[in-house]
């Protein structure tokens, strides 16, 4: 059954990785390590997320130069439209593209007061980026309904949106359910979404620090997953194993179903999304 389940696996997966700019010098060697380790299996691109706050913009802008510097990746920014305005926005686009970028990540961002209506939402920032340049744009995407919109159709036609704005793709929220995805690229495809949902997968090796980030989120956690991280709070070698376990099951699925590009959340570590990356088949090339 093992030898079936696994030369199931095809042969053309491509992915993509994604990091954030981190806040002690540890975690910057940290990332940089996995930059290193990661960057031989050739992902289609890199993203660095972008944190509301002032500076955080330069903390991405900075990583992103360095890794356009030192390695031969692909490397997009995440950019929101919380703390810029229009003008801010088109010069940030601009300079961004004078410095090599073509990738760019399309978010509204999280609100600092979610009581106040924002000035613009994603559709808009990609209809933006779409007036200053011919940029590669990937947008977020919700199986599961993200947490502000009225209906899980209102947010579906919130995606058709974006990509009528001219976006390329989207990247999905992660999810454990996958049933939830796999409806959600149903539900796409029935409003004339044609662009790939890729979706993004999120091992999880500490389950007890993300259960509280998931309640901010419209993420079903299955009654399985606190029973597979239950009493492992202070063995985090055999936590690794079980969110190694569980990831490579969940692409192992979607890549029956169709999938071939995943998006992976790598929370600034190399080891399990290399290891998902190997048995995927993609190996280090030169
Ligand atoms: P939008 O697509 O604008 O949607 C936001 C909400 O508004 C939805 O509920 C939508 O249905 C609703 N909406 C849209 N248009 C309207 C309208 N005209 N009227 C009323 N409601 C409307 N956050 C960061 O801060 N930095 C990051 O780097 C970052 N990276 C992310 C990467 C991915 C792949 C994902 C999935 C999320 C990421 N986020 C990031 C989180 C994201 O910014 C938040 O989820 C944010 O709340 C919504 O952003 P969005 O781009 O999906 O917004």
Known sequence: ALNRSLSEISNDVQVSFEFFPPNTPEMETTLWNSIERLAPLKPNFVSVTYGAG???????????????????????????????????????????WASGVRHIVALRGDLPNSDEKPAMYASDLVALLRDVADFDISVAAYPEGHPEAPNPQFDLLNLKRKIDAGANRAISQFFFDIESYLRFRDRCVTVGIDVEIIPGILPVTNYKMLERFFGLTNVHVPSWMPKMYEGLEDDEMTRRMVGANIAMEQVKVLNREGVKNFHFYTLNRAELTYALCHTLGIRPQK
């Not at 390695?71 to 801010?88: G, K, Q």
């Open 54 to 96: 002032s500076g955080t913009r330069d903390r991405t802008h900075d990583i992103i130069k360095r890794i356009q510097q030192d390695t031969a990746l692909l490397a997009a920014p995440h950019l929101t439209c919380i703390d810029a305005n229009r003008d801010e926005l088109v010069q940030i686009a601009k300079d961004y």
